[in-house]
């Protein structure tokens, strides 16, 4: 028997959610160019990286947790037009780098204190890869319906 | 007149070409929605540190002096993208009620800086030699949260309103 989704029958849900996914990347996203900021030497200077990336570690960890579940919410109202546009399909695999970069070489070039030039390519790749993720999912809407 | 000039605008050939352009015009929503994202987190920085959430070994002081021109070139870089796209159907935006609920609160902001200016923003020094942050400078930090999360939110259903008929898109 099928069953219907509820997210999917409700026309108003889908624009909120999609409201809560901004919200939580965009926490995310900017807490870690802060960081990003820092080592390219904007913003911050009383601070070490390290030390800004532990005040506001929290905060980016919540707001990933929060645009991946809407995220998820968002996918299972129509999982067949994402699974073959692959535009949604690169965002995922960015998505994927991006969270294994912040958490192994960009966590570990935070910590230990690298030359500037190392720490300025490690922010640079660092802003692309979420920047990246954000046109992969715009464009989820200019190449649909995608592949067949 | 206000209508007749929006008309002239969005008819000009670099906003007409972004609003026909298949794929400029996503990548310049794109780009709004990067710099809000990189940006945005400095006002969420400067809040959370004002409502004693986050940042406490770092005095009120540096996050919002070391903080101030990065925001500014992100506020200046969203709202250039912004630009762009209201421009390309700017007679469209003037009639859909969500652009104009986002450009109230953009108003509300303004008085919100005006306000808070001198007894917050204008003097953190002074926050910093008080045992925990005040309650002024929570109420401004609580405001502008709300306010920003509103204008995120407008901005994401102004994408909701149908397209009307009779514009005059050349």
Known sequence: ?148 | MLISFLIWLQNLEPFSDLRSSAYVYPVVLALHLSAISLFGAMIVATDLRLLGWAFEKGSIAEVIGRLRWTKRIGFILAATCGFLLFSSKAEEYYYNPFFRTKILLFMLVAVHTLVFRKSVYGNPAELDREPESPARAKLAAGLSLFLWLSILCAGRYVGYVEGRAGMHFK
């Not at chain 1, 889908?14 to 939580?24: D, K, S, V």
């Not at chain 1, 506001?56 to 994402?82: C, E, H, K, Q, R």
């Not at chain 1, 960015?94 to 030039?117: D, G």
């Not at chain 1, 720490?119 to 995608?146: D, E, M, N």
Request: one cysteine or more.
């Open chain 1, 1 to 148: 028997m099928l069953i219907e989704n509820p997210l999917s029958t409700s026309p108003t849900i889908f624009p909120i959610l999609e409201c809560i996914h901004i919200a939580g990347f965009a926490l995310s996203i900017g807490m870690t160019a802060l960081v990003d900021f820092r080592l390219l030497g904007l913003g911050f200077e009383e601070q070490t990286p390290a030390e800004i990336a532990r005040a506001f570690d929290w905060w980016m960890l919540g707001g990933l947790i929060v645009a991946v579940f809407s995220g998820l919410l968002l996918f299972s109202t129509d999982p067949d037009m994402y699974y073959l546009n692959w535009s949604f399909l690169i965002k995922m695999a960015c998505l994927v780098l991006a969270i294994a970069f912040n958490y192994t070489i960009h966590r570990r070039a935070v910590s230990l204190s690298l030359s500037p030039a190392a720490g300025r390519l490690v922010a640079c790749i660092s802003l692309a890869l979420w920047v990246s993720v954000i046109f992969g999912g715009i464009f989820i809407a200019v190449i649909r319906p995608g592949l067949t």
